[in-house]
Structure formats: C-alpha cells, structure tokens
C-alpha cells in the first residue's frame, strides 16, 4: 500500500490512502465535492479534498489536482430551496505543488458562485455572490503549517431604516484571514486545528441618502475549530470535533446621529464524535454524532441598544455513511442520517426532525473521477442546522463533480 507523500508514517496520511483506495488508488485523492454530498455533506470526520475550505493544512495532502463541480442543484429549482435562498452553486478548485515533493508546499486556489460552498461555515449566507479563494500549505517534518484568504461580495441587499432615515440598500463584502496547523502525536494521533478572523466591510449604494459618512467595516468575527483522529486499533479511528464561531454582522456608521442602525451577532457552538471502521483498503464506514447550538442576537436603532429579538437553535444530526470500491473502476457510496432543530424564539418553541438520504457512483480511472450524487435535501450546513436558510421539505438534489490528478 502506498503511503501519502506528506505523511509517510502518520495516521493521517494513512487514512488518506485509505479513503482514496476506494476512489480508483491511483495514489493522488481521487476526492471530490459529490463524494462528500453522497456521504452525508459532512467531511468533518474522514479525509478529503473538500475538508480543505476548513482544514486549510490538509491542502498539503492535496496537490496537482483540478477539480469543477456543478454544486447541488435541484432538477426544478435549480440552486433555491423551496422559499427562494440560494443554497449552492458551480466551483473550481485547483491545488499546485511548487515542487514534485511537495517540500515547498502547495497552492491552492478556488472560485465559487457562493461563498458558502468554499467558506469555512459561515453564519451569514444570504444574497453572496461569487468568491475567490485561496491556501498555501507546507510540511516541516510531521508539522503542517498553513495560510488561507477568501472573500466573497453580497448583492446590494434592501435596508430597513428607522422612522425619519431614509432608506436604501447595502454592498457588503465578507472576508476571511485564517490559518492552520496539523501536528503527529505519536504513530497513534493527528491534531488538527485551524482558525480565522472575519471581517465585512459595508458601504451603501448610490440610492442610500444618510448624511454622513456611512462606510463601516468590522473584523469583530472569528471561527475556532480542533479535531483529532486518533488509532484505536482493530482499523477503528476516532474523530472528536470541537468548534466555535462568533459573527459580527453589525450594520453600523456615523450617519449625521451618531447612532447604529443595526447590530446583530451570531454565535454557534459545536461538538461532534465520529468513528471511521475500515475493512481493507475499498471499504469505509462512518458513524457520527453532532450537536450545535447557536445564538442570534440583534439589537436595532437608533438607539443603538434598543432591543431586536433573540433566537435560540439547537440541533442535534446522527450519520451513518459509507462507500465501497466495487471494481478498480466503479465506486458506490450512500448515507442515511436523521436531525433534530429546536427554536426558540420570542414568538414560542417549535422542533423540527428529518431524515436525509444520500447515495452516488464514482468512476475513477487515469488519475481522473467521475462523481454523481442524489439526496433528498438540500445542503446540510453549519447555517441550515443553526440560524438561517432553513428547508424542510424533502426533494431531489444532484451534484456532479470532476477532478483530474496531474503532475506538476
């Protein structure tokens, strides 16, 4: 069995060859956006390309590779849910290895028609335009170290203003400055940890008439999150996830009051255990648990500290998923997982359950992959399980991906 280029004796890199062993084993992760939605959306837990938009030192493991994806649209609707929000969208992603090695690390860039699928887990993701991002990982032994930017711009969105200031819209652009780092402990244990400040800067459209100098920008933001995969023998691995983001979406400025029209902040916690078992290099199953609970405070004005509201989510998501080499070219993956949301909100309390079902096909030959997925429901985030664009209702979504592998 080959073992992974930046990792030759860790944990880690021997999960990634596992897991790409089920995708062709052409020694390059054959890993793709469509893998992860046909297991369940959520990547927090196994090692794959995609875990690169949150764990930014895995870009490292990643190189020489060019990935499009169609993102998860449903036959329909296209990319909304049933109320309207734009939940997905196309992407490329493309990772280069500055040398064959790998010693001088690895670029990596993508662009996206939404931000949310290639941020972090944003907790605002309403009206985003395109994005631009990009990484840069390198190895020191058995350290990674890793930087990453991104940046993405709202459409200008309408603002509801305060009796006697006239109203308008906004143009928004989010921003995000991170890092990571991924750490052997032992032969039995990976770390892996990465952070980010984030930033918005907001300014008015030409039909926002306030006097004043109204150009706020904040970097009040930031997201928090460690996993480690530790060996328990038996081809059992352990993930426990810890994370914690904080969002300041303030509509805030001087406009000839001296007083803010909007401060809202967001918080989300979130805990998560997963176990990968491996039966051989083709096959892998993954059973997680997670819980989420998140905050939305809002305060509007002027004044400033007058009171907006309050929500309360918490969610609980349960998932078992797996996929199995079926031939050295086919692949077949399926997941089935249930969720619990709880709101609270000044209005009352309300619970909402559902089961998500997702199943896909991979063919994998000369360092290319063709990956198609199904589910039936829309993305699962970070933001549909805790604050915003929240859907229901059960349909068809599909996502097609394609990665090619190359040598630099």
Same mark, same amino acid.
């Given at each position: 069995?080959?073992?992974?280029?930046? !990792?030759?004796?860790?944990?880690?890199?021997?999960?990634?060859?596992?897991?790409?062993?089920?995708?062709?084993?052409?020694?390059?992760?054959?890993?793709?956006?469509?893998?992860?939605?046909?297991?369940?959306?959520?990547?927090?837990?196994?090692?794959?390309?995609?875990?690169?938009?949150?764990?930014?030192?895995? %870009?490292?493991?990643?190189?020489?590779?060019?990935?499009?994806?169609?993102?998860?649209?449903?036959?329909?609707?296209?990319?909304?849910? $049933?109320?309207?929000?734009?939940?997905?969208?196309?992407?490329?992603?493309?990772?280069?290895?500055?040398?064959?090695?790998?010693?001088?690390?690895?670029?990596?860039?993508?662009?996206?028609?939404?931000? @949310?699928?290639?941020?972090?887990?944003?907790?605002?993701?309403?009206?985003?335009?395109?994005?631009?991002?990009?990484?840069?990982?390198?190895?020191?032994?058995?350290?990674?170290?890793?930087?990453?930017?991104?940046?993405?711009?709202?459409?200008?969105?309408?603002?509801?203003?305060?009796?006697?200031?006239?109203?308008?819209?906004?143009? =928004?652009?989010?921003?995000?400055?991170?890092?990571?780092?991924?750490?052997?402990?032992?032969?039995? @244990?990976?770390?892996?940890? @990465?952070?980010?400040?984030?930033? =918005?800067?907001?300014?008015?459209?030409?039909?926002?008439?306030?006097?004043?100098?109204?150009?706020?920008? $904040?970097?009040?933001? #930031?997201?928090?999150?460690?996993?480690? #995969?530790?060996?328990?023998? !038996?081809?059992? =691995?352990? &993930?426990?996830?810890?994370?914690?983001?904080?969002?300041?979406?303030?509509? &805030?400025?001087? #406009?000839?009051?001296?007083?803010?029209?909007?401060?809202?902040?967001?918080?989300?916690?979130?805990?998560?255990?997963?176990?990968?078992?491996?039966?051989?290099?083709?096959?892998?199953? %993954?059973?997680?648990?997670?819980?989420?609970?998140?905050?939305?405070?809002?305060?509007?004005?002027?004044?400033?500290?007058?009171?907006?509201?309050?929500? =309360?989510?918490?969610?609980?998501?349960?998932?078992?998923?797996?996929?199995?080499?079926?031939?050295?070219?086919?692949?077949?993956?399926?997941?089935?997982?249930?969720?619990? &949301?709880?709101?609270?909100?000044?209005?009352?309390?309300?619970?909402?359950?559902?089961?998500?079902?997702?199943?896909?096909?991979?063919?994998?030959?000369?360092?290319?992959?063709?990956?198609?997925?199904?589910?039936?429901?829309?993305? %699962?985030?970070?933001?549909?399980?805790?604050?915003?664009?929240?859907?229901?209702?059960?349909?068809?979504?599909?996502?097609?991906?394609?990665?090619?592998?190359?040598?630099?």
């Amino acid at each position: 069995m080959l073992l992974s280029r930046t !990792h030759p004796r860790s944990l880690l890199g021997l999960l990634a060859v596992i897991t790409l062993g089920a995708l062709g084993g052409t020694g390059s992760a054959l890993a793709t956006t469509a893998r992860v939605a046909a297991l369940g959306s959520r990547s927090d837990f196994f090692t794959d390309e995609t875990e690169t938009r949150r764990w930014y030192a895995g %870009v490292a493991d990643y190189g020489s590779l060019l990935g499009v994806t169609s993102g998860r649209f449903n036959p329909d609707a296209g990319y909304h849910d $049933s109320h309207g929000a734009l939940v997905s969208g196309p992407a490329l992603r493309l990772h280069v290895d500055l040398d064959r090695p790998g010693r001088w690390g690895t670029v990596g860039l993508a662009a996206s028609a939404r931000f @949310a699928d290639d941020g972090p887990g944003s907790l605002y993701q309403r009206d985003l335009d395109g994005a631009l991002a990009a990484s840069y990982a390198r190895t020191f032994g058995h350290l990674t170290a890793a930087l990453a930017y991104g940046q993405a711009s709202d459409t200008p969105a309408p603002f509801a203003t305060g009796e006697g200031i006239p109203g308008g819209s906004w143009s =928004i652009t989010r921003r995000r400055l991170g890092g990571g780092l991924r750490a052997d402990l032992g032969t039995r @244990a990976v770390l892996d940890m @990465a952070a980010e400040l984030r930033g =918005i800067h907001q300014r008015p459209t030409a039909d926002l008439s306030i006097p004043g100098p109204a150009d706020p920008d $904040s970097w009040g933001g #930031f997201g928090l999150r460690s996993r480690t #995969f530790i060996d328990l023998g !038996h081809d059992l =691995i352990l &993930v426990p996830l810890v994370e914690f983001i904080h969002e300041d979406l303030s509509l &805030v400025g001087d #406009f000839g009051q001296g007083a803010a029209l909007a401060k809202i902040d967001r918080d989300l916690g979130h805990l998560g255990l997963g176990l990968n078992s491996f039966m051989g290099p083709d096959r892998m199953v %993954v059973l997680s648990v997670e819980w989420l609970t998140g905050t939305d405070n809002a305060r509007s004005g002027p004044p400033a500290d007058s009171p907006g509201g309050q929500l =309360i989510d918490q969610a609980t998501v349960a998932r078992l998923a797996g996929e199995e080499r079926l031939s050295p070219l086919l692949s077949a993956r399926a997941s089935a997982g249930w969720q619990s &949301v709880g709101y609270d909100t000044p209005l009352g309390n309300r619970t909402e359950d559902q089961a998500n079902l997702s199943a896909g096909l991979s063919v994998a030959a000369l360092r290319t992959a063709l990956d198609v997925a199904v589910s039936n429901r829309p993305p %699962v985030t970070l933001t549909s399980l805790a604050l915003v664009n929240r859907d229901a209702k059960a349909s068809t979504w599909v996502t097609v991906s394609v990665r090619i592998g190359f040598a630099p």
